[in-house]
């Protein structure tokens, strides 16, 4: 116990040396602590936004059918195979058709992607309630996105043309009864939505759908002869390899900040040794060995980060809590390629925290190390008259 106890004196007898590495290295514990809950709430954020509104439990996608090829959508088709229609009954499932059509927004032609879906469904959070037909008109939902480069407002009428399952084109007029807003923009851009059962009558497609998505926590997934299942791993990779992309780039700071704090305890240690050869002379003359010194020269760095742990969390944990009830407003217009609302909120974890402690603590202790191997070369007698061997 008489190096721990060393340590500690001859740390605070350090002064302002000390207390200037603290709180370099507290802010880094709280910068790179904040990076990570910034970047762990968006992808958090962005995924629970795409499971309610999109994938919900997973989605079974018809053999031909590829979301990021329209060109394969004409074939994409087919009858609801009887397991998945089973679970459609029990409303555990929603099919969803897709196919490709154009519409002419202000005299404009613009090729769109259009989706029928059951208006009573309630596996997925989109507000198909209001595609309830009454009438003659078509009814038809549409994003805000959608809206805004379409000119569309509430009420308007749009003439939409397809091409149905025989190859013959025909073309109608929608009302657009609804325009929802959300943060998924694969919902939204470039989409019009209508009942499903319509959409199978104006595309000659009777009980047939491009994709069927099931119920948040299904647990029987049948395997089905001519449909794929996609569960919610693969439909979320493109944000998690997002998200490690940005991670990644944030690191770079990380490594600065930890850079700077290193360099001062590094400095501070050849400084601290070179000024105390009498003292470890003595040292060593009252019976200590050179790895007991080497001990104490390194737990002095490395209480450190002991330190500025305890500074940043008098601090940190005040700031972090109030930026996780206030979250981080974006600025107006800003898009990072997938669902984010007007704010983000932060997300935190144990191992987050821990893993930052347990780094800085890991890396102090080595640099604290490096400068005491002269100290493996240094002879007592020469220490004693303030020499370095």
Same mark, same amino acid.
């Given at each position: +116990?008489?190096?721990?106890?060393?340590?500690?004196?001859?740390?605070?007898?350090?002064?302002?040396?000390? %207390?200037?590495?603290?709180? @370099?290295?507290?802010?880094?514990?709280?910068?790179?602590?904040?990076?990570?809950?910034?970047?762990?709430?968006?992808?958090?954020q962005a995924k629970e936004a795409k499971?309610?509104?999109?994938?919900?439990?997973?989605?079974?996608?018809?053999?031909?059918?590829?979301?990021?090829?329209?060109?394969?959508?004409?074939?994409?088709?087919?009858?609801?195979?009887?397991?998945?229609?089973?679970?459609?009954?029990?409303?555990?499932?929603?099919?969803?058709?897709? $196919?490709?059509?154009?519409?002419?927004?202000?005299?404009?032609?613009?090729?769109?992607?259009?989706?029928?879906?059951?208006?009573?469904?309630?596996?997925?959070?989109?507000?198909?309630?209001?595609?309830?037909?009454?009438?003659?008109?078509?009814?038809?939902?549409?994003?805000?996105?959608?809206?805004?480069?379409?000119?569309?407002?509430?009420?308007?009428?749009?003439?939409?043309?397809?091409?149905?399952?025989? &190859?013959?084109?025909?073309?109608?007029?929608?009302?657009?009864?609804?325009?929802?807003?959300?943060?998924?923009?694969?919902?939204?851009?470039?989409?019009? %939505?209508?009942?499903?059962?319509?959409?199978?009558?104006?595309?000659?497609? *009777?009980? *047939?759908?491009?994709?069927?998505?099931?119920?948040?926590?299904? /647990?029987?997934?049948?395997?089905?002869?001519?449909? *794929?299942?996609?569960?919610?791993?693969?439909?979320?990779?493109?944000?998690?390899?997002?998200?490690?992309?940005?991670?990644?780039g944030g690191s770079i700071m990380y490594?600065?900040?930890?850079?700077?704090? +290193?360099?001062?305890?590094?400095?501070?240690?050849?400084?601290?040794?070179?000024?105390?050869?009498?003292?470890?002379?003595?040292? +060593?003359?009252?019976?200590?060995?050179? $790895?007991? /010194?080497?001990?104490?020269?390194?737990?002095?760095?490395?209480?450190? #980060? /002991?330190?500025?742990?305890?500074?940043?969390?008098?601090?940190?944990?005040?700031?972090? @809590? %109030?930026?996780?009830?206030? !979250?981080?407003?974006?600025?107006? !217009?800003?898009?990072?390629?997938?669902? =984010? &609302?007007?704010?983000?909120?932060? &997300?935190? #974890?144990?191992?987050?925290?821990? &893993?930052?402690?347990?780094?800085? =603590?890991?890396?102090?202790?080595? /640099?604290?190390?490096?400068?005491?191997?002269?100290?493996?070369?240094?002879?007592?007698?020469?220490?004693?008259?303030?020499?370095?061997?």
């Open positions: +116990m008489i190096i721990p106890r060393l340590a500690i004196k001859n740390l605070m007898g350090a002064g302002i040396r000390t %207390w200037l590495n603290v709180v @370099v290295l507290s802010l880094a514990f709280v910068i790179i602590i904040f990076f990570q809950s910034l970047y762990k709430g968006m992808g958090d499971i309610d509104i999109e994938f919900a439990g997973g989605q079974y996608w018809h053999e031909e059918y590829d979301p990021l090829d329209p060109l394969t959508l004409e074939d994409a088709h087919g009858f609801v195979p009887g397991p998945l229609q089973e679970k459609v009954d029990k409303g555990e499932a929603a099919p969803i058709l897709v $196919s490709q059509a154009s519409i002419y927004p202000e005299g404009r032609l613009q090729t769109i992607i259009l989706k029928g879906i059951d208006p009573k469904q309630t596996i997925i959070d989109l507000p198909s309630k209001f595609l309830v037909q009454e009438g003659d008109d078509v009814p038809a939902l549409i994003g805000t996105r959608m809206a805004k480069n379409t000119g569309l407002n509430q009420g308007d009428m749009i003439t939409v043309r397809w091409r149905d399952a025989k &190859g013959t084109f025909d073309a109608r007029d929608f009302r657009i009864v609804q325009i929802m807003r959300t943060t998924v923009e694969t919902v939204d851009q470039g989409q019009i %939505w209508i009942p499903l059962e319509t959409m199978r009558e104006l595309m000659g497609m *009777e009980n *047939e759908a491009s994709l069927v998505v099931v119920a948040k926590n299904t /647990v029987n997934i049948p395997a089905v002869q001519g449909w *794929e299942f996609k569960n919610l791993e693969f439909l979320l990779a493109d944000i998690d390899n997002l998200i490690k992309a940005k991670s990644a490594v600065f900040l930890l850079l700077l704090a +290193m360099l001062a305890i590094f400095n501070t240690q050849v400084l601290s040794i070179f000024r105390r050869r009498k003292e470890m002379g003595t040292m +060593m003359a009252l019976g200590f060995t050179r $790895s007991k /010194v080497i001990q104490l020269f390194t737990l002095e760095g490395a209480m450190h #980060s /002991v330190l500025a742990a305890i500074i940043a969390a008098v601090y940190g944990i005040p700031f972090l @809590v %109030w930026f996780d009830k206030t !979250g981080f407003a974006l600025p107006q !217009g800003t898009d990072f390629g997938f669902a =984010l &609302g007007e704010k983000i909120f932060p &997300g935190y #974890s144990i191992g987050m925290v821990v &893993g930052t402690v347990v780094l800085v =603590l890991m890396v102090t202790t080595v /640099v604290s190390f490096l400068p005491t191997r002269r100290i493996a070369k240094l002879k007592p007698t020469d220490a004693l008259r303030g020499k370095m061997s």
